[in-house]
């Protein structure tokens, strides 16, 4: 993370010959703009301020002060080990969001199959599975009219109106909404981004002899010569993003649900990129807290 320095000086109304007119506005101009520009870097020098006087940064660098004074590799050993601990508190958290989205995925799958089937059977229809979308579905006359296909239409809706409205009561019933288990997931966000501020806050006051490195790091305290670190954490996202998209299955037939599957998966990829790229320019002992 950047440190964005602004100044402001005041300038003196100076009297300026009648030829020299235009070149005043021109100057003018200019100070306007940087003076407009500066809000947003005034704006984040103080949150950032803010973050790194916060209780909980403070918290982490005195932390890192503590297991270092018991560690034989110094500041290095304290924040792996504040790292590990802190990934360790907040697993609980992790497991049970996890949980919770196979809880509901199931449920959801067996409250279609239940409401197709019970359909198919008011109906005198049968409830087959579709090869395309692995859905199920109706099945499909060999022979069928527009009339019947105007017909089985209408029906599919009022099966799909009905499927949704029971899984969104199952799911209030039984806490399984996604808001709650997106709230599970995004709230160590805030615990890890103070810690990655109180690391950077003992990088820059510390000195870096602090950071004992090992194996090819000759110090933590700098970025990773060979760049084994970055290219480890970018391989895991990928890894990450391979196995999400088998555990989650999603049809992709339409053509909708293609561009923002194939947008999404680009985003990813190029967000993962980028901090590799960061991760090469920063110290190496950033990696542990990004990943462990």
């Known amino acids: 993370m950047l440190i964005l320095f602004c100044r402001h000086s005041a300038t003196k109304t100076l009297q300026i010959p009648k030829t020299f007119k235009l070149l005043q506005h021109q100057k003018l101009i200019q100070t306007r703009q940087l003076s407009s520009d500066s809000y947003a870097q005034l704006i984040l020098q103080y949150t950032m301020a803010y973050a790194e006087n916060s209780f909980m940064a403070k918290t982490f660098v005195y932390s890192y002060q503590a297991l270092a004074s018991v560690n034989c590799l110094e500041y290095t050993g304290g924040v792996v ?3 590990i601990a802190l990934r360790l508190i907040t697993f609980p958290l992790f497991a049970i969001s996890e949980k919770l989205v196979a809880k509901r995925m ?16 008011h109906y005198g229809e049968k409830a087959v599975v579709d090869p395309e979308t692995g859905r199920m579905t109706l099945a499909m006359p060999a022979k069928i009219s527009n009339y019947e296909h105007l017909r089985r239409n209408a029906k599919l809706q009022k099966i799909e109106e009905l499927c ?11 806490k399984l909404q996604l808001n709650r288990i997106f709230n599970l997931k995004i709230c160590t966000f805030p615990l890890w981004m103070h810690t990655a501020i109180a690391l950077r806050t003992s990088v820059d006051f510390e000195t870096s002899s602090k950071f004992v490195g090992f194996l090819w790091v000759p110090s933590f305290a700098h970025a990773d010569p060979y760049m084994i670190l970055p290219l480890t954490f970018c391989a895991l996202s990928f890894i990450n993003l391979y196995t999400g998209k088998l555990v989650h299955v999603v049809s992709l037939q339409s053509t909708p649900k293609k561009l923002f599957a194939y947008s999404m998966t680009g985003l990813t990829v190029a967000i993962s990129i980028g901090i590799t790229y960061v991760l090469t320019e920063m110290p190496a002992v950033k990696f542990f807290i990004e990943k462990i």
Request: aromatic share 14%; glycine share 4%; net charge negative.
């Open 81 to 83: 080990g504040t790292a």
């Open 106 to 121: 199931i449920a959801n799958q067996l409250i279609r199959r239940q409401v197709y089937e019970e359909a198919a059977a």
């Open 164 to 174: 949704y409205k029971t899984q969104y009561e199952y799911a209030t019933e039984n």
